[in-house]
Nanobody
Framework: VQLQASGGGLVQAGGSLRLSCAAS????????MGWFRQAPGKEREFVAR????????AYADSVKGRFTISRDMSKNTLYLQMNSLKPEDAAVYYC????????????????WGQGTLVTVSS
């Protein structure tokens, strides 16, 4: 599956952004999906995941209550709504498709989007 991430940008602390990840090439519903992020000098970390039918979601503690992951099966698109952004949320955000896992472990991600940069000014 090909993944195209978009929606990153520069936002002030406390602001909001919505990331999108458009999928093509394979059956979108066959994959659990996840969002990960990587800040300079840090390892890629899990942010949020959603199961194949969009019912079950999970979040890293650092974003719980501020971020919402969702997927639109009719549009083959994954979203990440990010509210109350903090400077520590700044990173390159990646979407990933996980054929056999739950979308929370980067080692089991089969396909990655190209990443979209989120910058948060204080």
């Amino acid at each position: 599956v090909q993944l195209q991430a978009s929606g990153g940008g520069l936002v002030q602390a406390g602001g909001s952004l919505r990331l999108s990840c458009a999928a093509s090439g394979r059956t979108f519903s066959d994959y659990a999906m996840g969002w990960f992020r990587q800040a300079p000098g840090k390892e890629r970390e899990f942010v949020a995941r959603i199961n194949r039918n969009g019912v079950i979601t999970a979040y890293a503690d650092s974003v719980k209550g501020r971020f919402t992951i969702s997927r639109d099966m009719s549009k083959n698109t994954l979203y990440l709504q990010m509210n109350s952004l903090k400077p520590e949320d700044a990173a390159v955000y990646y979407c990933g498709a996980d054929r056999y896992g739950d979308g929370s472990r980067w080692r089991t991600i089969n396909y990655w989007g190209q990443g979209t940069l989120v910058t948060v000014s204080s």
